[in-house]
């Protein structure tokens, strides 16, 4: 089973060179702490940012330097800041390559719920509906389950939906899968996990076809 940052490294290895990626709030922000040393890449925050660098070491944050969700950020040579207006023009003018980011649910066709629960406050939707409205390859990174134990790999959403049939691929603490017309494709299992661990834990429909490998990294 992976934590968080197992997660963010399984997920890095879809980032390919010269892509520019969006990382979301919370899980999305570690994959730019795990991407290959010999590729490019350009990472987007909607807050303006472009060429975000790993966290920086304890010590050597810059309160000036933010990231979407307000954590200290580095920046690589060449990085530039710019308004919101210049930044949500990238976004909606697609010219993201790869947008990663966290869900409280999935469903089996590639809905995404991931801004709001009923009843609790919350600020409001960020950039989180020009993402998923906009990107052509989204991946989501979360728990398979939530703290309760229950499914958020669901057959329908329950919570109010960010975006509709959006989700390319899903990577949880137990398993890559692959949004398909017919449900979730299992495509890798975590460390030590099991395909039945991952059958119990997925209400929707999950595809399996021959043997599951481990993740690789």
Known sequence: MLDKNGIAKRIAKEVQD??????????????????????????????GVLGMGPFPFEGEEDADIINAGKQTITTLPGASFFDSATSFS??????VDLTIL???EVSENGDIANWKIPGKMVKGM???MDLVASAENIIVAMMHTNRAGASKLL???????TGVACVKKVVTNLAVMEVTDKGFKLLERAPGVSVEDI???TEGTLIIEGDIPEMDF
Do not use: W
């Open 90 to 95: 990238m976004i909606r003018g697609q010219h």
């Open 155 to 161: 057959k329908e959403c329950s919570l109010p939906l």
């Open 102 to 104: 966290g869900a409280m």
């Open 126 to 128: 960020g950039g989180a």
């Open 199 to 201: 059958r119990n834990a």
């Open 18 to 47: 010269g892509y520019y990626v969006n990382l979301g709030i919370g899980i999305p922000t570690l994959v730019a702490n795990y991407v290959r040393e010999d590729i490019e890449v350009e990472f987007q925050s909607e807050n």
